[in-house]
């Protein structure tokens, strides 16, 4: 029986083939497939965070500047 990873996973470590972004006022952070950065609509989020806060991420981590439920509906157009 094979086992099926959800396309966003809860990890505290990131595994292979996924990155963890901070998305929203609180920062929850999502950890998603690397395959999303090809993605013109997950693109255009990482505009918005281009443009919010440049290329300077003192968390570590990528910073996507929209409400969470608007990421999960544009992530969710990617699965």
Do not use: W
């Amino acid at each position: 029986m094979a086992i099926r990873l959800p396309r966003i996973v809860s990890a505290k470590k990131v595994p292979k083939g996924y990155f963890a972004v901070y998305v929203g006022e609180n920062q929850k952070r999502f950890v998603i497939p690397v395959s999303f950065l090809n993605q013109p609509l997950f693109q255009d989020l990482l505009g918005l965070s281009e443009e919010e806060f440049g290329y300077s991420h003192p968390t570590g981590g990528l910073r996507i500047p929209c409400d969470e439920e608007i990421f999960l509906d544009v992530t969710s157009r990617l699965n």
